[in-house]
């Protein structure tokens, strides 16, 4: 059954233009050398979510757990934390459309 991971962060205030410096020139291409399939990515203009949430899938859980556990998904995740705050992420069966 196909995966989905989704993420979800806020932007530390002060640190926006380094932060999508970083997603575009490091965070994207290394989701995508890792084996995830970027599907969703969203940005919060208005209420109290939080302020991106993005979404990659995988083949099945296995697959995705084995690259979660990764030392270049872990290496990744720290550096895109010294950009955010609030990151939070969870593993669902993948569907289509708007998954939250």
């Known amino acids: 059954m196909t995966v989905k991971l ?3 962060w806020d932007i530390t205030p002060g640190r926006e233009q380094e932060y999508f410096e970083f997603v575009v ?4 291409p290394q ?3 890792i084996g995830m399939e ?3 990515a969203w940005l919060t203009m208005y209420g109290d979510q939080p302020q991106i949430m993005a979404s990659a899938q995988m083949t099945d ?3 995705m757990q084995s690259a979660l556990d990764s ?3 872990q290496g990744l995740v720290n550096r895109l ?3 955010i705050e609030n990151y939070e992420y969870k593993i ?5 459309g708007f998954q939250m």
Do not use: G, N
Request: hydrophobic share 40%.
């Open 6 to 8: 989704i993420m979800t």
């Open 81 to 83: 934390l010294d950009y």
């Open 38 to 40: 970027l599907k969703d």
């Open 61 to 63: 859980l296995e697959t």
């Open 92 to 96: 669902v069966p993948a569907r289509s």
């Open 25 to 28: 020139r490091e965070f994207i």
């Open 71 to 73: 030392k270049e998904w």
């Open 31 to 33: 989701v995508q050398q």
